[in-house]
């Protein structure tokens, strides 16, 4: 069962990982993102979680978040793997949204923009933290100057 629902997750943060990237950028597409794919990530974490927490789910170790040895304990069965897994699905999708609207806001939204968006959104995908820290350093170098400053189309 929960290799089901770890698939499933995949499978879902995938398709709008590519939908965020590839698809035109209207806000009937990012609402649906949010209120879609975003939503349910963030809802099957909840649901998780709490089956771990009240111990309907054991992880084997007792969920522990106060040590390293807690930690690994719940990682170390499928339920603890796969709710931290969506976990970082759900988080890193949001940051995606954000990253994809603040660009957007700021003039990174033309065609050129998009192509700058689109490496940066990968590494958000791929690895979270990078991607944000990626998009953090480029906005400051292309907006440097006048804050009404945007790239050219």
């Known amino acids: 069962m929960w290799e089901q629902i770890f698939g499933a997750a995949n499978l879902l943060a995938m398709i709008a990982w590519a939908v965020l990237i590839l698809a035109p950028r209207r806000e009937s597409v990012m609402s649906a993102l949010f209120f879609g794919p975003l939503l349910l990530l963030a809802l099957g974490y909840v649901l998780g979680l709490t089956l771990v927490l ?10 522990d978040f106060s040590t390293i040895k807690g930690v690994r304990s719940i990682f170390a069965s499928d339920p603890g793997v796969t709710i931290g897994w969506v976990h970082y699905l759900a988080f890193d999708l949001f940051v995606g949204l954000w990253i994809a609207r603040n660009a957007d806001a700021h003039g990174l ?45």
């Open 54 to 63: 009240t111990g309907i789910v054991p992880t084997g170790g007792g969920a």
């Open 109 to 153: 939204g033309t065609l050129k923009g998009r192509l700058v968006q689109a490496p940066i959104l990968f590494f958000t995908f791929a690895a979270g933290p990078f991607g944000l820290a990626l998009y953090i350093v480029v906005r400051t170098i292309l907006l440097r100057g006048p804050s009404d400053r945007r790239i050219p189309a």
